[in-house]
Nanobody, 115 residues
Framework: VQLVESGGGMVQPGGSLTLSCAASGFTFDIFDMSWVRQAPGKGPEWTSAINTDGAYTYYADSVKGRFTVSRDNAKNTLYLQMNSLKPEDTALYYC?????????WGQGTLVTVSS
């Protein structure tokens, strides 16, 4: 299992970012996928999940209405569109195989929301 996250960066509050996760080493389209984040000094927080064909998505209350998870099975890639970003969204973001955000994760991509 290999997961490579990208797309992080620094953004002002209210801004947007789109994260990507390139998956390899397993049959991507038969697994639900999820995003987990870990803020500095805190434990992991599950944020979102998507089923195998993208028809169903699930979100934590903290991101509902602002984040959108999607996938492109032809490209073995998972996405996270993040809008209306807040300082409390600052974290390392990881993608995970399965809906529960369980390890293994990739190296993560850092999102910093600051003015």
């Amino acid at each position: 299992v290999q997961l490579v996250e990208s797309g992080g960066g620094m953004v002002q509050p209210g801004g947007s970012l789109t994260l990507s996760c390139a998956a390899s080493g397993f049959t991507f389209d038969i697994f639900d996928m999820s995003w987990v984040r870990q803020a500095p000094g805190k434990g992991p927080e599950w944020t979102s999940a998507i089923n195998t064909d993208g028809a169903y998505t699930y979100y934590a209350d903290s991101v509902k209405g602002r984040f959108t998870v999607s996938r492109d099975n032809a490209k073995n890639t998972l996405y996270l569109q993040m809008n209306s970003l807040k300082p409390e969204d600052t974290a390392l973001y990881y993608c995970a195989r399965g809906s529960g955000g369980d390890r293994p994760w990739g190296q993560g991509t850092l999102v910093t929301v600051s003015s």
